[in-house]
Structure formats: structure tokens, C-alpha cells
């Protein structure tokens, strides 16, 4: 079944520094991935997808994210953080053609 | 765009009551999705309209579950009766789905909306 996986249930970085939201995945044929970004008592926020084409997809308020296929990765970067990304951060992977089966989350903290 | 637009934002009801919640997709997206979230599931595709017509609604709880999209821009989750175990963040996303259910694909991205946060006491 396509997956994602996301191991951190929390990350903190200091603001300023750079931040690693990981996510790995496992999918059969070409994955078709996404990461959303929820603030506190708000919806899912669209950052970026990959579909194909360029391993480094770049997304929304200065987040990118790698597509490593021999690590079988996902992983949310940004050179450096803000107080007010702190949110949850959600990856996802198509699934059966328009659904999307989302991780579980990680939460951001970043501190000043 | 306004963006997805779903109403209510809170409800709050009593066990055994009809909820009623309610979704105004993109205007042009053809594809309605309704989720669930919860601490425990996470979120969870309950069901999936593609041109107002239930294309997967496997997601569904149970029968006190049902969906309708009456039209292109408006759906309803209803839940009859409600239960405490039902409380969760409903969410509502719409897409423009190039390729429709029949290609396997659509790759375009789901726009959330912001979600009806349903207390059954």
C-alpha cells in the first residue's frame, strides 16, 4: 500500500537555524508526494508537492523539500527558521490515484 | 477564490442528534473530498466525490454516516445519530482532477478548507 512515514513526533530549532521535517515513504510505481502545514484551529495549507522532474521541489513561505529515491525520502527543509513556523507539518502520498493517506504528523516548534 | 468554505466552525451537540455539516468547494474544482481528524486516526478520507458523484466512500464509518453533493458547490456530511466517538475536525478539500477516476490519476493539489470542529457530548 502507499505510505508515508513520518519518525519525529516533535522537532525544535532555534530560530534562525535550519530545519529537517522528515518524512519517508513506500510506494509502488512513481510517488506522487506532498507535504501541508496546519496552524493551530486552521485547515491543512498546501506547501509543496513532488510529481516529478527535479529532486528539489521548492514550495511556499521559503520551505523546500529533497526527493531522494535511493533513501526512499521526503524530507521538508528550510535554510532558516522562523518563530512562526511553529506548526504541524503533515507529509502525504497519493493514494489509489486522488486520495491522499497522510502521515501522522510532526510538530515544529521554533524558539527564539 | 474564496477557498473551500465550510460551516459550521464549531458544533457542539448532544449524543443522538443529526449533525449536519456543510462544504462549498473551489469554484471549478470538480473533485469534493471529506476527512476526518482525530488524535488517535490522524486524518482520514471518509469520501470522495468526482463531478457530484460518490466515486469512494469506503472511508464511511457506518450508516450513520452519508454524504451528499446535490450540485458543483455544495456538499453535506451528515451524521444521524451522533455519537461521542464521532468528535473529530471534519475537513472538506476540493481539486480540479485532470484526469478523472478513470485514468488513475489526478495529480493536482487538495485545498483544505477550515474545518468544523464537532463535539458530541
Known amino acids: 500500500a502507499q505510505s508515508v512515514a513520518q519518525p519525529e513526533d516533535q522537532v525544535n530549532v532555534a530560530e534562525g537555524n535550519p530545519l529537517t521535517v522528515k518524512c519517508t515513504y513506500s510506494?509502488?510505481?512513481?510517488?506522487?508526494l506532498f507535504w501541508y502545514v496546519q496552524y493551530p484551529n486552521r485547515g491543512l495549507q498546501f506547501l509543496l508537492k513532488y510529481i516529478t522532474g527535479d529532486n528539489l521541489v521548492k514550495g511556499s513561505y521559503g520551505f523546500e523539500a529533497e526527493f531522494n529515491k535511493s533513501q526512499t525520502s521526503f524530507h521538508l527543509k528550510k535554510p532558516s527558521a522562523l518563530v512562526s513556523d511553529s506548526a504541524l507539518y503533515f507529509c502525504a502520498v497519493f493514494l489509489s490515484g486522488y486520495a491522499l493517506n497522510f502521515g501522522k504528523g510532526t510538530s515544529l516548534l521554533v524558539t527564539p | 477564490d474564496a477557498g473551500v468554505i465550510q460551516s459550521p466552525r464549531h458544533e457542539v451537540t448532544e449524543m443522538g442528534q443529526e449533525v449536519t455539516l456543510r462544504c462549498k468547494p473551489i469554484?471549478?474544482?470538480?473533485?469534493l473530498f471529506w476527512y476526518r481528524q482525530t488524535m488517535m486516526r490522524g486524518l482520514e478520507l471518509l469520501i470522495y466525490f468526482n463531478n457530484n458523484v460518490p466515486i469512494d466512500d469506503s472511508g464511511m464509518p457506518e450508516d450513520r454516516f452519508s454524504a451528499k453533493m446535490p450540485n458543483a458547490s455544495f456538499s453535506t456530511l451528515k451524521i444521524q445519530p451522533s455519537e461521542p466517538r464521532d468528535s473529530a475536525v471534519y475537513f472538506c478539500a476540493s481539486s480540479l482532477d485532470y484526469g478523472g477516476p478513470s485514468s488513475g490519476v489526478s495529480t493536482d493539489t487538495q485545498y483544505f478548507g477550515p474545518g468544523t470542529r464537532l463535539t458530541v457530548l
Open positions: 510506494v509502488s510505481g512513481n510517488p506522487y
Open positions: 469554484s471549478g474544482h470538480n473533485s
